[in-house]
Protein backbone atom coordinates (compact mmCIF):
# COMPACT_ATOMS: atom_id res chain seq x y z
CA UNK A 1 0.00 0.00 0.00
CA UNK A 2 1.45 3.58 -0.81
CA UNK A 3 2.31 5.30 1.69
CA UNK A 4 3.92 9.00 3.02
CA UNK A 5 7.77 8.82 3.91
CA UNK A 6 9.69 10.94 5.75
CA UNK A 7 13.78 11.00 6.74
CA UNK A 8 15.27 11.53 9.19
CA UNK A 9 13.02 9.81 11.76
CA UNK A 10 15.07 11.95 14.79
CA UNK A 11 17.42 14.34 14.04
CA UNK A 12 19.24 16.35 16.96
CA UNK A 13 20.50 19.55 16.27
CA UNK A 14 21.83 22.49 17.70
CA UNK A 15 20.10 25.72 18.53
CA UNK A 16 20.64 27.89 15.60
CA UNK A 17 21.44 25.36 13.36
CA UNK A 18 19.86 24.97 9.62
CA UNK A 19 17.67 21.80 9.23
CA UNK A 20 15.77 19.94 6.46
CA UNK A 21 13.33 17.47 6.82
CA UNK A 22 12.04 15.31 3.84
CA UNK A 23 9.33 13.74 2.88
CA UNK A 24 8.37 11.32 -0.41
CA UNK A 25 4.45 11.88 -0.87
CA UNK A 26 2.51 9.37 -2.29
CA UNK A 27 3.09 9.82 -6.03
CA UNK A 28 -0.18 10.38 -7.91
CA UNK A 29 -1.23 13.15 -4.99
CA UNK A 30 -1.34 16.82 -5.64
CA UNK A 31 -1.49 18.07 -2.10
CA UNK A 32 1.18 18.46 0.53
CA UNK A 33 1.24 19.31 3.84
CA UNK A 34 3.57 20.01 7.09
CA UNK A 35 2.23 19.71 10.12
CA UNK A 36 3.90 20.12 13.97
CA UNK A 37 3.19 18.25 17.22
CA UNK A 38 4.45 20.05 20.32
CA UNK A 39 5.28 16.73 22.67
CA UNK A 40 2.13 15.85 24.23
CA UNK A 41 0.03 18.90 22.60
CA UNK A 42 -2.38 19.26 19.74
CA UNK A 43 -1.16 18.62 16.01
CA UNK A 44 -0.99 22.13 14.12
CA UNK A 45 -0.95 22.98 10.56
CA UNK A 46 1.97 24.36 9.40
CA UNK A 47 1.59 24.99 5.96
CA UNK A 48 0.10 23.33 2.62
CA UNK A 49 1.47 22.88 -1.26
CA UNK A 50 -0.52 22.55 -4.58
CA UNK A 51 0.81 23.27 -7.90
CA UNK A 52 4.49 23.88 -6.79
CA UNK A 53 3.41 26.76 -4.43
CA UNK A 54 2.31 27.95 -0.80
CA UNK A 55 -1.39 27.61 -1.15
CA UNK A 56 -2.10 28.28 2.48
CA UNK A 57 0.56 28.41 6.19
CA UNK A 58 -0.50 29.72 9.56
CA UNK A 59 0.96 31.72 12.00
CA UNK A 60 3.40 29.50 12.98
CA UNK A 61 5.13 29.45 9.45
CA UNK A 62 7.22 32.42 9.79
CA UNK A 63 10.01 33.19 7.78
CA UNK A 64 12.58 30.80 9.52
CA UNK A 65 10.97 28.02 7.65
CA UNK A 66 10.15 27.45 3.70
CA UNK A 67 8.96 24.49 2.19
CA UNK A 68 10.31 23.10 -1.46
CA UNK A 69 9.76 20.28 -4.06
CA UNK A 70 12.72 20.48 -5.51
CA UNK A 71 11.75 17.63 -7.80
CA UNK A 72 8.81 15.57 -8.81
CA UNK A 73 9.26 13.09 -5.67
CA UNK A 74 10.49 15.13 -2.09
CA UNK A 75 9.25 17.96 -0.46
CA UNK A 76 11.19 19.15 1.96
CA UNK A 77 10.22 21.56 5.16
CA UNK A 78 13.88 23.57 5.80
CA UNK A 79 13.93 25.79 9.04
CA UNK A 80 16.66 28.08 8.70
CA UNK A 81 18.07 28.66 12.36
CA UNK A 82 16.40 26.50 14.87
CA UNK A 83 15.12 27.40 18.25
CA UNK A 84 14.48 25.74 21.60
CA UNK A 85 10.61 25.90 21.05
CA UNK A 86 11.32 23.99 17.38
CA UNK A 87 11.87 20.68 19.05
CA UNK A 88 8.45 18.99 18.29
CA UNK A 89 7.12 16.04 15.89
CA UNK A 90 7.10 17.00 12.60
CA UNK A 91 4.14 15.08 9.69
CA UNK A 92 4.22 15.50 6.27
CA UNK A 93 0.91 14.84 5.03
CA UNK A 94 -0.13 14.56 1.35
CA UNK A 95 -3.90 14.05 -0.17
CA UNK A 96 -5.17 13.15 -3.83
CA UNK A 97 -7.84 14.28 -5.49
CA UNK A 98 -10.57 16.75 -6.11
CA UNK A 99 -10.01 20.26 -3.81
CA UNK A 100 -11.51 19.83 -0.62
CA UNK A 101 -12.16 15.88 -0.95
CA UNK A 102 -9.81 12.79 0.72
CA UNK A 103 -8.12 12.54 3.57
CA UNK A 104 -4.43 13.33 4.43
CA UNK A 105 -2.12 10.77 4.80
CA UNK A 106 0.63 11.07 7.04
CA UNK A 107 3.63 9.69 7.40
CA UNK A 108 5.76 8.27 10.85
CA UNK A 109 6.67 11.97 11.25
CA UNK A 110 10.56 13.60 12.11
CA UNK A 111 11.30 14.04 16.04
CA UNK A 112 13.42 17.14 15.96
CA UNK A 113 15.70 18.09 19.05
CA UNK A 114 16.97 21.37 19.56
CA UNK A 115 19.44 21.73 22.13
CA UNK B 1 -12.47 30.54 12.09
CA UNK B 2 -12.36 26.95 12.90
CA UNK B 3 -12.15 25.33 15.75
CA UNK B 4 -12.82 21.11 17.13
CA UNK B 5 -13.34 21.01 20.84
CA UNK B 6 -12.35 17.25 22.53
CA UNK B 7 -13.26 18.25 26.00
CA UNK B 8 -12.29 14.92 27.22
CA UNK B 9 -8.41 14.71 27.86
CA UNK B 10 -8.05 11.77 29.07
CA UNK B 11 -10.81 8.62 29.60
CA UNK B 12 -9.89 5.20 30.73
CA UNK B 13 -12.39 1.97 30.87
CA UNK B 14 -11.78 -1.76 31.53
CA UNK B 15 -11.38 -4.23 28.25
CA UNK B 16 -14.58 -4.96 26.93
CA UNK B 17 -16.28 -1.64 27.99
CA UNK B 18 -17.80 0.99 25.76
CA UNK B 19 -16.32 4.32 25.14
CA UNK B 20 -17.60 7.67 23.53
CA UNK B 21 -15.02 9.78 22.53
CA UNK B 22 -16.91 13.31 21.76
CA UNK B 23 -15.64 16.07 19.37
CA UNK B 24 -17.37 19.70 18.83
CA UNK B 25 -16.58 21.46 16.24
CA UNK B 26 -17.13 25.46 15.12
CA UNK B 27 -17.18 26.17 11.12
CA UNK B 28 -19.08 28.92 9.32
CA UNK B 29 -18.35 27.05 6.06
CA UNK B 30 -21.56 25.08 4.76
CA UNK B 31 -19.30 22.86 3.35
CA UNK B 32 -16.82 20.82 5.37
CA UNK B 33 -15.61 17.68 5.85
CA UNK B 34 -14.84 15.97 9.43
CA UNK B 35 -11.96 13.16 10.27
CA UNK B 36 -10.86 11.00 13.07
CA UNK B 37 -7.22 9.92 13.70
CA UNK B 38 -5.74 7.16 16.31
CA UNK B 39 -1.98 8.11 17.12
CA UNK B 40 -0.70 5.06 18.86
CA UNK B 41 2.35 5.00 21.27
CA UNK B 42 4.56 4.75 18.24
CA UNK B 43 3.74 8.05 17.45
CA UNK B 44 2.26 7.82 14.23
CA UNK B 45 -1.32 9.27 13.10
CA UNK B 46 -3.37 6.95 11.35
CA UNK B 47 -6.12 8.02 9.20
CA UNK B 48 -9.96 6.09 10.49
CA UNK B 49 -12.67 8.20 9.03
CA UNK B 50 -13.74 11.07 6.76
CA UNK B 51 -17.01 12.41 6.57
CA UNK B 52 -18.82 15.09 4.59
CA UNK B 53 -21.19 18.24 6.08
CA UNK B 54 -23.27 16.93 3.32
CA UNK B 55 -23.95 13.14 4.57
CA UNK B 56 -25.21 12.75 8.02
CA UNK B 57 -25.64 8.73 7.75
CA UNK B 58 -24.21 7.11 10.37
CA UNK B 59 -20.93 5.24 10.27
CA UNK B 60 -20.48 1.83 11.83
CA UNK B 61 -16.82 -0.38 10.63
CA UNK B 62 -16.73 -3.33 12.80
CA UNK B 63 -16.18 -2.33 16.53
CA UNK B 64 -16.16 1.66 15.24
CA UNK B 65 -18.91 3.60 15.13
CA UNK B 66 -18.89 7.21 14.75
CA UNK B 67 -22.38 9.46 14.85
CA UNK B 68 -22.31 13.09 12.70
CA UNK B 69 -24.77 15.56 14.00
CA UNK B 70 -25.00 18.86 12.45
CA UNK B 71 -27.51 20.07 14.47
CA UNK B 72 -25.44 20.17 17.39
CA UNK B 73 -21.87 20.30 15.10
CA UNK B 74 -20.54 16.95 17.12
CA UNK B 75 -18.85 14.19 15.92
CA UNK B 76 -18.32 11.22 18.35
CA UNK B 77 -16.76 8.18 17.77
CA UNK B 78 -17.76 4.72 19.73
CA UNK B 79 -15.68 2.14 20.11
CA UNK B 80 -17.33 -1.49 21.43
CA UNK B 81 -16.09 -4.23 23.93
CA UNK B 82 -12.76 -1.99 23.59
CA UNK B 83 -9.62 -3.74 23.53
CA UNK B 84 -6.18 -3.17 24.90
CA UNK B 85 -4.76 -2.08 21.14
CA UNK B 86 -7.13 0.41 20.96
CA UNK B 87 -4.97 2.48 23.78
CA UNK B 88 -3.69 6.08 21.81
CA UNK B 89 -4.31 9.44 21.46
CA UNK B 90 -7.28 9.94 19.78
CA UNK B 91 -7.68 13.25 16.91
CA UNK B 92 -10.76 14.87 15.78
CA UNK B 93 -9.92 16.97 12.92
CA UNK B 94 -11.96 19.38 10.73
CA UNK B 95 -11.52 20.80 6.98
CA UNK B 96 -13.66 23.49 4.83
CA UNK B 97 -14.00 22.57 1.51
CA UNK B 98 -12.35 23.86 -1.19
CA UNK B 99 -8.61 24.37 -1.79
CA UNK B 100 -5.89 22.63 -0.08
CA UNK B 101 -6.95 23.95 3.19
CA UNK B 102 -5.53 21.87 6.07
CA UNK B 103 -6.40 20.18 8.71
CA UNK B 104 -7.77 21.95 12.45
CA UNK B 105 -7.24 19.61 15.07
CA UNK B 106 -8.81 19.32 18.29
CA UNK B 107 -6.48 18.61 21.30
CA UNK B 108 -6.74 14.91 21.30
CA UNK B 109 -8.68 12.08 24.27
CA UNK B 110 -5.92 10.19 25.28
CA UNK B 111 -7.54 6.62 25.72
CA UNK B 112 -6.63 4.07 28.30
CA UNK B 113 -8.04 0.53 27.63
CA UNK B 114 -7.04 -1.44 30.92
CA UNK B 115 -6.57 -5.46 31.00
Not at chain 2, 59 to 67: A, C, M, P, Q, V
Not at chain 2, 78 to 107: E, H, M, N, P, W
Request: proline content about 3%; charged content about 20%.
Amino acid sequence: EPEVTQTPSHQVTQMGQEVILRCVPISNHLYFYWYRQILGQKVEFLVSFYNNEISEKSEIFDDQFSVERPDGSNFTLKIRSTKLEDSAMYFCASRAGVAGTGELFFGEGSRLTVL
Amino acid sequence: AQKVTQAQTEISVVEKEDVTLDCVYETRDTTYYLFWYKQPPSGELVFLIRRNSFDEQNEISGRYSWNFQKSTSSFNFTITASQVVDSAVYFCALRSGGGADGLTFGKGTHLIIQP
